[in-house]
């Protein structure tokens, strides 16, 4: 069991997510209208008062083997008072939203596992964005290496990764696909051997440059001014 507090944008989304994946999911939030709009896709929803331990147990969040607490962002006293509730109610595994560095580190004293920064990724996320316009979903790795995902041209159908190199070529590795009959889910890496035939989407990792040149690469495929294999590159 999986719990949520907060039904904001990031909580509402997680919710719905851990759901999907196949785990039951107790959501809580203050708002019923919130509450209502999730209620029929989660396992359970409650409106309730997050700061109120009693209300959380008996909700069944002592029950949960991690939960997210997404409360909103400008009231640093309950977000204080739930982490406390949480924390009794000895959860093995919660994270907690945070809005700035200070309330953070209070949150990490009084015992939250880990602390997000929404806000401060999306930023990032937008940055990143700004500087690649042409990757999709880019998210930094360690090591200065990033994952990106990348609209696989159609040109690209009938070769395999033997015939292309591009771990010699661009110095980046292919880490999933997404075909045709996937269904929107990420896949294993391609067989070496086998052509592309229903590949739609590619996860690849490199560095920054060595992304940003491949996906120019693509883009250069799609609009017809480069060959799938080109010996001088």
Not at 121 to 129: L, N
Not at 204 to 214: P, T
Request: proline share 4%.
């Amino acid at each position: 069991m999986y719990g949520v507090i907060g039904l904001g944008q990031l909580g509402e989304s997680a919710a719905r997510h851990l759901q999907l994946s196949g785990h039951d999911v107790i959501v809580a939030d203050s708002n019923m209208d919130r509450i209502e709009a999730l209620k029929d896709e989660v396992s359970r929803a409650v409106c309730l008062d997050a700061t109120d331990e009693h209300a959380l147990r008996a909700a069944g969040f002592d029950d949960c083997n991690a939960v997210l607490m997404a409360l909103g962002e400008n009231n640093l006293e309950a977000a204080v008072v739930t982490a406390m509730a949480l924390v009794e109610l000895e959860i093995p595994y919660i994270i907690s939203r945070a809005t700035n560095d200070l309330q953070g580190k209070i949150l990490t004293k009084i015992g939250i596992d880990r602390v997000i920064y929404p806000e401060k990724r999306v930023g990032a996320e937008v940055a990143k964005q700004l500087l690649s316009p042409s990757l999709n979903d880019l998210v930094a790795l360690k090591n200065g290496l990033v994952l990106a995902d990348l609209e696989c041209p159609e040109i690209l159908r009938n070769y395999n990764l033997i015939d292309l190199e591009w771990p010699k070529r661009f110095g980046i590795t292919v880490a999933g696909q997404m075909t045709t009959s996937d269904h929107d889910q990420w896949g294993s890496t391609p067989r070496a051997t086998a052509p592309l035939l229903q590949c739609t989407r590619l996860a690849v990792v490199g560095s920054h440059d060595e992304v940003s040149a491949f996906s120019e690469y693509f883009a250069a495929l799609e609009a017809g001014l480069r060959e799938p294999i080109d010996p001088n590159v």
